[in-house]
């Protein structure tokens, strides 16, 4: 049997009318042993683009892992074989992010060089300011936490796969709307969805669960006044009240931006600071998987 792994970073090129059909196109562009990745493309038509590229609406990358239905340990999954320049160029990328993904894996937390610490000063300075001194805060700064969201529900039966197991695409789902509540609030107007980083699943998540989700704006990039980024985190657990057990099944990374018309009216995006070190770390975190070309220019 097939179970969804992970799913890549997912993005939104243009938007999605509610009045043109679409058409979704779906590939094996990589295989491993017992793994492979599916590059799912979504295309809206446009009758008056020249340019098929034009009507590419979204881009996601799916990996699956092949599992012995009765060990439920990997089973080796047939080979394919490149042949287009376009194939070949899919295939690397697809081995690309799955070497980077094992080096990961593989990474020890490294003690922080002087460099990091700089960083982590920087980035908790206003929000140290924030908790000492509130009154002296700068007034366009809010803390991360007080952009917190919290939802909460019992899985139910309609919401499960063919293996029993809540599909993974209903919790994506939750996220994605829990999130844009959270921009919503934030920011005061209603936000535009860009795209969603990796997504592994860590835990399975069955019927009669309860799941929580927690989200909260992790910070913002807003060196673009006319097009300001929302970074928003969502953290969901299992919770089991009986055994007092509460474990991360998925952790989802969304970035949202506002409206053209709303900035035009004067909308104005917070920057959001940290105020412990911990949430600090998460930060910085999300910002080199962001820009992972900077983080090798630092290396």
């Not at 890549?8 to 990745?37: H, N, Q």
């Not at 376009?86 to 094992?102: I, P, T």
């Not at 969603?196 to 835990?203: N, Q, S």
């Not at 300001?228 to 970035?255: G, K, Q, W």
């Amino acid at each position: 049997m097939l179970v969804t792994a992970s799913v890549d970073r997912m993005l939104l090129k243009k938007s999605i009318r509610v009045d043109t059909d679409l058409k979704i196109v779906g590939a094996v562009t990589w295989v491993g042993r017992s793994s492979m990745e599916i590059r799912l493309e979504v295309i809206q038509p446009i009758e008056e683009a020249s340019d098929s590229s034009n009507s590419l609406a979204l881009t996601a990358n799916f990996t699956f892992v092949a599992r012995d239905s009765k060990t439920g340990k990997s089973a080796p999954i047939n080979q394919i074989s490149p042949e287009t320049d376009q194939e070949k160029l899919l295939w690397k990328e697809a081995d690309d992010r799955n070497q980077m993904r094992k080096k990961k894996r593989g990474e020890s937390k490294k003690d922080m060089d002087d460099k990091e610490a700089g960083r982590l000063k920087a980035l908790l300075a206003e929000g140290r300011v924030f908790c000492d001194m509130p009154a002296l805060a700068d007034r366009d700064s809010i803390l991360i936490r007080n952009t917190r969201l919290e939802s909460s529900f019992i899985c139910q039966p309609q919401q499960r796969n063919i293996h029993g197991r809540i599909f993974g695409g209903f919790l994506m789902r939750k996220a994605l709307e829990l999130a844009f509540s959270t921009t919503y609030a934030f920011a005061g107007a209603a936000p535009l969805f860009l795209g969603v980083d990796h997504v592994d699943f860590l835990k399975p998540v069955d019927v009669g669960n309860f799941l929580r989700l927690k989200s909260c704006v992790l910070y913002t990039e807003l060196e673009n006044p006319t097009r300001p980024l929302m970074n928003v985190e969502v953290v969901a657990h299992v919770t089991s009240p009986e055994i007092r057990s509460s474990e991360v099944s998925n952790t989802f990374y969304f970035t949202f931006t506002a409206r053209p018309e709303a900035m035009k009216n004067g909308l104005k995006i917070r920057n959001v600071v940290p105020a412990t070190e911990e949430e600090a770390r998460r930060v910085l975190e999300r910002m080199d998987a962001e820009n992972p070309e900077l983080v090798q220019n630092r290396d």
